[in-house]
């Protein structure tokens, strides 16, 4: 899809925890970050995120009452996405506008539907929690670290 913007590089990693797994996610800002929150969920869910291509994208506009809310919301309706027709799985997300008043984020997600013959199916996700849920900005440089754990 030509209006794509070029894949991210890699700033998450995957994080044991009893029974679950833990989301680890950085940027240069808070919504580099959560772009990386989200292709780290849709990467746990595909074993090679590399064999999602940008075919389309979904829009959607998530809201919160603070900023942990928000992300789990963004995050929930990304799942969502996946969990539906037609089964969406993102490979580039990008937050278009995040409003820090009203707690809202509008984003897009590049990608396809999920194809059993052509991505190796992850782990299922089954819900997003708040146990133990982490943003942390540093307001010095900007950076920001996300920790979400995620219950499969």
Request: proline share 3%.
């Given at each position: 899809m030509s209006d794509?913007?070029?894949?991210s590089p890699v700033k998450y990693e995957y994080l044991?925890?009893?029974a679950d797994v833990q989301l680890h996610a950085w940027g240069a800002t808070l919504e580099e970050a959560i772009e990386q929150t989200v292709v780290a969920m849709?990467?746990?869910m595909t074993e090679d995120i590399s064999t999602v291509e940008p075919a389309y994208s979904m829009d959607f506009l998530s809201s919160g009452h603070d900023l942990s809310s928000l992300l789990h919301q963004t995050l929930e309706e990304c799942?969502?996405?996946?969990?539906?027709e037609p089964f969406?799985?993102?490979r580039v997300f990008r937050v278009l506008s995040l409003d820090r008043e009203k707690f809202e984020i509008t984003g897009r997600a590049?990608?396809?539907s999920f194809d059993?013959?052509?991505h190796p199916?992850?782990?299922e996700i089954k819900a997003i929690t708040f146990s133990n849920m982490q943003i942390n900005e540093n307001q010095q440089d900007g950076n920001a670290h996300i920790y979400v754990i995620v219950d499969i």
């Amino acid at each position: 899809m030509s209006d794509c913007p070029e894949k991210s590089p890699v700033k998450y990693e995957y994080l044991d925890h009893t029974a679950d797994v833990q989301l680890h996610a950085w940027g240069a800002t808070l919504e580099e970050a959560i772009e990386q929150t989200v292709v780290a969920m849709y990467g746990y869910m595909t074993e090679d995120i590399s064999t999602v291509e940008p075919a389309y994208s979904m829009d959607f506009l998530s809201s919160g009452h603070d900023l942990s809310s928000l992300l789990h919301q963004t995050l929930e309706e990304c799942l969502y996405m996946f969990c539906t027709e037609p089964f969406f799985i993102g490979r580039v997300f990008r937050v278009l506008s995040l409003d820090r008043e009203k707690f809202e984020i509008t984003g897009r997600a590049w990608g396809e539907s999920f194809d059993l013959k052509k991505h190796p199916a992850g782990t299922e996700i089954k819900a997003i929690t708040f146990s133990n849920m982490q943003i942390n900005e540093n307001q010095q440089d900007g950076n920001a670290h996300i920790y979400v754990i995620v219950d499969i």
